[in-house]
């Protein structure tokens, strides 16, 4: 139980001080002293940083990735041979997450980690993440594009690009929409979040494909004089 006990204290450690510094800002030293543990017991229960910093964050996104394909296949096997309508795909893929951001203990913590995720240009970790998701990512834009077999798949592949900023935005920026509209956000409503974000997803996927620009005229050859 101690060996456990000392695990989660050291994840919650790593968890809090990367969420506030960053991956690269904060050191093993720092983590250890914070947590009151020594450097052997990182080494015993995680072998390096990097894996640490792996734990960290899988230890949050597991459980929402897995929500999110239970409900998934869930919903298809009410759909039986009908595809499963767009909405319900998007409220399969918000709703988990926004859960998780409305807990009061864990939900601001695991919001500025993401932020931190998407800001750091650190390759390996962008790497872990998207084997993380490899499989939500081929799941649900399956499920996008039965949903909308119309939509050309670059025009899919491209909205579900912008989705998925809107998406991170949301979660990691709500203070911005207090602060410069005076709209509450509402964290713990997260109802009327996934809400709002699943009509305004919904109508990006389902807005009219423009056509492709006009190719630029050759420029005319200067006359001869």
Avoid at 45 to 61: E, N
Avoid at 117 to 142: D, P, T, W
Wanted: proline share 4%.
């Amino acid at each position: 139980m101690a060996k456990t006990d000392t695990k989660t204290r050291i994840l919650d450690t790593a968890e809090r001080l990367f969420a506030q510094k960053g991956f690269d800002a904060v050191s093993l030293r720092t983590i250890i002293a914070s947590a009151k543990v020594n450097l052997a017991a990182v080494h015993y229960h995680f072998g390096s940083k990097q894996a640490l910093v792996h734990a960290v964050i899988s230890r949050r996104l597991r459980p929402i990735n897995e929500e999110r394909l239970t409900q998934l296949a869930e919903i298809r096997i009410k759909a039986g041979r009908r595809p499963v309508k767009l909405e319900h795909v998007l409220e399969c893929l918000f709703r988990p997450l926004f859960r998780v951001q409305a807990n009061s203990k864990a939900g601001p913590t695991f919001a500025r980690l993401v932020g931190r995720v998407m800001g750091e240009r650190n390759e390996g970790l962008h790497k872990f993440m998207m084997g993380e998701l490899a499989e939500v990512i081929i799941q649900f834009s399956a499920a996008i594009e039965a949903a909308l077999p119309e939509l050309p798949k670059e025009e899919s592949d491209w909205r579900s690009h912008f989705m998925a900023g809107a998406m991170a935005h949301t979660l990691c920026n709500a203070d911005l929409l207090v602060r410069f509209t005076g709209t509450d956000a509402g964290a713990s409503d997260y109802e009327s979040t996934v809400r709002r974000l699943i009509d305004f997803t919904a109508a990006g996927f389902r807005a009219r494909v423009s056509p492709p620009p006009k190719k630029a005229r050759a420029k005319r050859k200067p006359k001869r004089t």
